[in-house]
């Protein structure tokens, strides 16, 4: 999981949220050289959630999940399609929230110095933290 470009290890996460922003899964990780759709092959939540409508971004296409549309190449995006984005925009925005309030954990925030076996084991051991702004009293920090 080394990265010789960064010069840092990483890995992908893959994150479950509701439109409200509440925090629901968070998969085991995979290098993060692995691309967004063959993390969420190797996840569980394809079966876990099969049940759902899902959603994600451009790194989903094919997936089935509900994306946003591509530009299509050499030509200007069509008014429709613009309007769909903007609004698959709207509904993902508390879920990209969520994911910015799980980066903010410092575990996952900081540098990862353990050995390559422990690593599936650092986002499960890490402490939750109130992802929804009506689980936090006004003014209280967050963890």
Do not use: C
């Amino acid at each position: 999981m080394f990265s010789g470009k960064h010069r840092d290890t990483g890995f992908n996460l893959q994150i479950a949220a509701t439109l409200a922003g509440d925090l629901l899964a968070v998969s085991a990780p995979v290098p993060g050289s692995r691309h967004d759709t063959y993390a969420w092959r190797q996840s569980s939540f394809p079966d876990a959630f099969a049940d759902r409508e899902s959603m994600g971004d451009l790194g989903y296409v094919g997936t089935g999940m509900l994306t946003a549309r591509r530009k299509p190449p050499g030509r200007d995006r069509p008014e429709a399609d613009k309007v769909f984005n903007q609004s698959i925009s709207k509904l993902r925005a508390a879920v990209e929230r969520a994911i910015a309030h799980l980066k903010d954990w410092k575990i996952l925030a900081t540098r990862y110095r353990g050995p390559p076996p422990a690593v599936p084991a650092v986002p499960a051991s890490s402490k939750p933290s109130p992802l929804s702004p009506s689980t936090r009293r006004a003014g209280e920090p967050r963890e």
